[in-house]
């Protein structure tokens, strides 16, 4: 060791005073860079595993805080969407209002009779608003039904289809009186004791007459569908879908004709007529 040592201390002062040994540290450096490179691969394998890991799990992280933010960016966009179609038929029903010489007040429908027998629907205006009994109910297309049962803040209507319900109209084209007549079925009205010879074929608009001073004359009620002619009956069979959109309509209008024109003025300033 003593030996080591004094040949450790000559060759370090040789290295510091002569260049000599500066080959034989190069060729010396070559053989030990294996070992050094050996010895330390260990530390750098625990370390990348460490790296690897690390990235993994900030990685995962950050998909899931993607995948967060992606969901309310499709909610968003879908309520966006649904207020964008609802604009839309608020827009087309303000244009229908606009279009009637009747008063009308803008309602909104917050229930539906869950009995499938039964075609009624709750709105969300009353006596408060001046709503009365038999008050005719539209949206943007057509005839919905009528008032049935009014309370302080809701009212019950009947909608056409239902099979308690008739509505007086004629046929756009002609003139040519009717009775649409509700099925029970969505989206299907029977106009009854047609003659077998009446002028009236699929395609023909059908509107309100007035008669009977319930419903006002003009209203869309539906279109003809179907036409059958049978040379043994005395009647044809007519069958019409209704204009207005019984089971998507939103937002309605009351319309306050000659009939309830007194209860349409009685109503209080707080409420927003068209």
Known sequence: ?????VLSLVLLALDHYSTRLDSTRSVIGVLVTPVVV?????SRAVMGLQ?????RAAMREQIAQMAQEQLLLRAKTEKMASLTAENNRLRNLLGSAAKLQDNVLVAELIGVDPDPERHEVIIDKGSYSGVY?????LDAEGLMGQVIEVGVYTSRVLLITDESHGVPVQVNRNNLRLIAQGTGAKGLLELVHVPDTADIKEGDLLVSSGLGDRFPAGYPVGVVNRV???????????????SAFLARSRHVLL???????????????TDSSL
């Open 1 to 5: 060791m003593l030996a080591l040592s």
């Open 38 to 42: 050996i010895a330390d691969y260990p």
């Open 51 to 55: 790296e690897n890991f690390a990235s």
């Open 133 to 137: 009994i038999g008050q005719p109910l």
């Open 228 to 242: 059958v002619h049978d040379p043994g009956e005395p009647f044809a069979v007519v069958t019409a879908v209704p």
């Open 255 to 269: 319309v306050f004709s000659e009939a309830g024109g007194l209860k349409a003025k009685s109503r209080p300033a």
